[in-house]
């Protein structure tokens, strides 16, 4: 008897700091309030600073400002800038996807191609996109397509590895199983080895989303007269420095979406494939 | 003397295989046969060989030298008549149970029956898990999800079962009614039954007979039949027979580790 009570008595203290979390604690335990607080506080300490020390406008202007350069110019005008971006960005990247999955499945197959290709798609990937840009529209004109093809180039290479990666990442059981049924290999490739590579190939399409936004802006910096690359560009050289912040803005909207519509769309459509959450 | 030939047939097979550190014999002179509706247990340490058995016999591997041979017939490839049960359950993840046990037939030919449906439920049904048809691997315990994994390789309705250390992964207990689970399911639908473990006394308590390999390069060094009564329970384990089988095992297979 006196042994349960003392067990009774000693469990009670440690729930009392539970009962009463601090201000802090709570903070910390909700997900969405910690990022949000910090940004808040940035932005905040960003616009306090602006007006204290008398920052000119033209070296860093006060977020209350950026908000001004957004009606520098219509709606339309803006719409017409993102989509030009968006665009490029969207055909080059699932052009990319296109391409990056037949050359993975066909690296995961052979080890020989896997040895000669994979050397060359490193040299491709050391290239710095913004110095190959100029050379590519000298190449292919000032159309849609060098456009393309820069934003291909920036995305492809975090999509081969990954789905090679995840191609191979396969329970060797499985591929035994699939041998022991002598199915045909298409069907180990599309009923086992691509479902199992679905972690791997959603990480790079999240990569790859962001980058396409960039290879866009890149391929904009160099030759365009659209586009919301083009705009920050244009607004730098005549000075309208909120206008190029507000368009800067719009463009780190854009690859927030962009990333967020992965994201959905493998919860929604491949849900078995997130990590498991802790309990 | 019977005429029908032995289920498998090894008979003086070599195993060697080629690693980027140089050759490795993984099996040396392995003659053994098992009888048609037989279970036999294939005991070792680990690295001893046993899997390659395995895998000589599915035929996803051939013999480096010697025969194999399956119902009379050498193998040259996969035959549909042969069922494989892990190590790992290794189930599809996106795949609902049901999904996963048709999945041989869906694999093999690209499509799925209603009887094929209705098979793949009773033997649902057969492993105890009738009504989890509908779930995903990730809802079902370890146990579970081996029960999967057998019914999966019961699927095609093999004559031969293929175990590699199939309860290995799983704690004590459930390893112990999986063994009963599986015993009730061959006496019920009787199947020539290979069964790798490094468990002695699951050896003993399963298997009417246990192969024991020694050291690389494996080979055959005793073969034992297991004379208890059948069915087999938690009972056997308290035979005293059972106790003399575990000995003589344990004392051989620590002798050859010395």
């Given at each position: 008897m006196s042994d349960t009570s003392a067990v009774s008595s000693s469990s009670a203290p440690p729930e009392a700091p539970l009962a009463k979390p601090s201000l802090m604690a709570r903070a910390l335990a909700s997900p969405g309030l910690l990022p949000v607080g910090t940004f808040v506080a940035i932005i905040a300490v960003w616009e306090i600073s602006c007006h204290l020390f008398s920052i000119p406008s033209y070296i860093l202007p006060a977020p209350s400002r950026i908000l001004g350069g957004f009606d520098s110019i219509d709606t339309s005008r803006w719409l017409a800038h993102v989509w030009g971006t968006l665009r490029v960005a969207l055909i080059g990247y699932f052009a990319s996807i296109f391409v990056a999955i037949p050359i993975a499945i066909a690296l995961a197959r052979s080890p020989v191609l896997s040895r000669a290709v994979y050397p060359i798609l490193v040299v491709v990937q050391s290239t710095p996109v913004v110095a190959v840009a100029p050379i590519i529209i000298v190449a292919l004109g000032s159309g849609d397509l060098p456009r393309v093809v820069i934003t291909c180039l920036i995305t492809f290479f975090p999509l081969v590895v990954s789905t090679t990666t995840g191609l191979m990442a396969t329970p060797p059981e499985l591929i035994e199983l699939s041998r022991s049924l002598r199915a045909p290999v298409w069907r180990e490739i599309s009923q086992i080895r691509l479902p199992f590579a679905i972690p791997y190939i959603f990480s790079a399409l999240k990569i790859s989303v962001t980058l396409a936004v960039i290879g866009a802006v890149v391929a904009e910096f160099v030759a365009?007269?659209?586009?919301l690359g083009y705009f920050i560009q244009f607004s730098t050289s005549m000075f309208k420095v909120q206008q190029a912040w507000a368009g800067l803005v719009i463009l780190v909207l854009m690859s927030l979406v962009l990333f967020q519509i992965v994201v959905a769309v493998q919860k929604i459509w491949f849900p078995w494939s997130l990590p498991k959450e802790k309990i | 003397m019977t005429t029908t030939p032995a289920a498998i047939r090894f008979s003086d097979v070599g195993q060697v295989f080629q690693t980027k550190s140089g050759t490795v014999?993984?099996?040396?002179?392995v003659d053994m046969s098992i009888d048609r509706h037989e279970f036999v247990a294939v005991l070792g340490p680990s690295g001893c060989g046993k899997s390659t058995l395995l895998r000589l016999t599915s035929g996803l591997l051939k013999p480096t030298s010697g025969k194999v041979e399956v119902f009379g017939l050498q193998i040259s490839e996969p035959r549909d008549d042969i069922g494989i049960v892990f190590q790992r359950p290794t189930l599809l993840p996106w795949a609902s149970i049901e999904d996963n046990v048709v999945f041989p037939v869906r694999h093999k030919t690209g499509s799925v029956s209603a009887a094929d449906r209705e098979t793949a439920r009773k033997l649902l049904e057969k492993v105890n898990l009738?009504?989890?048809?509908?779930?995903?691997?990730?809802?079902?315990?370890g146990g579970m999800q081996q029960r999967v994994g057998i019914a999966r390789a019961l699927f095609m309705d093999p004559d031969i079962l293929l175990m590699d250390e199939p309860f290995s992964a799983l704690d004590a207990l459930t390893r112990e009614e999986m063994g009963f689970e599986l015993l009730r399911i061959w006496e019920d639908r009787p199947k020539t039954v290979m069964f790798i473990t490094h468990s002695i006394s699951e050896a003993v308590l399963l298997a009417d007979r246990v192969l024991v390999m020694g050291e690389r390069p494996g080979s055959i060094v005793e073969n034992l039949t297991i004379d208890l009564p059948r069915p087999r329970s938690m009972e056997t384990s308290n035979n005293k027979m059972m106790h003399d089988y575990v000995g003589h095992l344990r004392s051989l297979l620590l002798k050859r580790a010395a």
């Open positions: 365009a007269d659209k586009g | 014999e993984a099996l040396r002179h009738k009504g989890f048809e509908n779930r995903l691997p990730d809802e079902l315990s």
